[in-house]
Structure formats: structure tokens, C-alpha cells
């Protein structure tokens, strides 16, 4: 645009004084068509919001086998911003890292477990799911695991970066051993490496049904408590004018029930419960929305 400017004023200069008078009278019309030029590729080139960031924590966020962006927490922020009438622009992250980008502000919004951690990172707009946190460990174990302090002295595998409730996150008696997913932690488990394992149940659903690992060779022990995940605005980003849209989306999801149906009725894995040893069974129903 610079260019075309530049070599119309050259034209204007070897002009003859009177057409250049007459075309003097465009130049402010120019001005307008390089300003509207110039305004719409800034709009092109900017950055889509809000941008969100989804944990790469399977059934949550993942890459399925066509290398795309899937998962429970995918479906949920896709219908969300339908709902909205907003564009979104989400990318996975680990754990950590989401919880990093919102305190940050290098993203404007991610769901995260409720915990003073996840407050200090973002203001939340509402309830997302809740989710049962169990304790798993082999079915060969000697010795019942009644309370955190049946485990002194030995190896817990926890999500890398998730938060199980103050009690269990602040117990220094055993080593709690950062993994990258609950399929890990199983092959762990059955492989001596870990004596323990907490998740949450739908977490432990698809590992059982991704591994193949037969349930009867774990045995649940604790039930620790339910994670309530909610939905997290940065605090950098308080004040955009789509967060009461988002907001009144979030509300209308929960309030007909389809939150809950994009977690706890879909076709990740084929059935809904798997029984360990013991009888105990995991099953996909929502508990009560609590705060962990």
C-alpha cells in the first residue's frame, strides 16, 4: 500500500499544475482506502479469543489416532463456545502448564480442579463436573489400605500437577511419584514400580479399557473424596466483553443437564463399569456436586 502511495505522488509531481490541482482533491479519499486497508489486515492477522488450554490427560484432552484434538473436555468447551456464538482457539498443555498459562495470562481460559492453587491462577466462572478420587493398589497386596497412613513408606502414583484435597497432597508419610497418565500408572503398578495408585474414576475407566490390563488384577482400597473441576477465567482476562457470554453458556449447560451428559454418557470406551478384585465395581454416574 506504501508502495502504490509513493508512486501516485511521483505521478502528481510531473503533472501539469492544473491536473494536479484537480487531482489534489483525491488524496484525502486515498488516505481512506490505505487506513480501511491497513485496519482489516490487522483484523485478519489477530489473535482469536478467547484462547483456551485443555490438559493432555486422557479421556480429558487428547490427540486421537487421526492426530486431532479430542476428548471429554474437548467436547465440552466445543459446545460451550457454540452456545456463546464465539470463536475458540484451543491448544493441549500439560497439566502444570495450564495451570501456568492462566496465572500468566498466555491463555484466557481452562478448566481446572478446584484447589487454592487453581484460585490463585483464575477467577471461576462456574461448575464444570465433578468426579470420585479413588485409591487402586494390586490385588496381591498384603494388609488392607484403611486410611493414608496404611501406605508409610511407600510409592503413590498422583497425575502429574493435579490436586486430591489438601489431605492427601500435604501427607508426607509415603512418596508420591509424579506420572504422566493413569495408563502408566497401571503398567506401573502391575510391574512392582508403584505400590499405590489415586485417579479419578472416569481417568481410571479409559485407562482400564486403553491398556487392557484386567481390573481383577487391582483392588480399590480408599475412596478419598470427589474432585469438582470448574471452569477458570485468567485473571488477566477479567473484563472482556465475551466472559458474560460465557458465563451465561456455562450456566444453560448445567441447568439442562448436557455438562453432565458430555461426561458421563458417551462412547470413549464400550461399557461403563469395570469390577476389581473384591467386587467393587467403578461405575460412570456423577456424584453429588460437592467441593473437594
Known sequence: MIVVVGVFGWMMFFMAPGIYRRCRALWPLIGLVCCCAVTA???????????????????WGFYNAENQVSGLLVSFQNELFTRARLAVNAELRPYPRVVHDLASGSADMGVMFVSPLAEQSGVSLGHVVTMRVILIAPANRTGAINKL????GERVGF???????????????????????VEQGLRMLVTDRLDALVATEQALLYAMFMTGIPASQFATHLTLGNARADLYLSRHSEGQPWVPSVRAALKSMNDDGRSSAIFYQHDLWPRQAYCFAGGRCLEAVEPPVTDF
Open 41 to 59: 489486515e490487522e483484523q485478519v492477522d489477530s489473535k482469536p479469543l478467547p484462547q483456551v488450554v485443555v490438559p493432555i490427560v486422557a479421556p
Open 159 to 181: 497425575i502429574r500437577g493435579s490436586k486430591y484435597g489438601r489431605r492427601f497432597d500435604e501427607y508426607a508419610g509415603f512418596e508420591h511419584i509424579a506420572i504422566n497418565n
Open 149 to 152: 497412613g496404611d501406605l508409610d
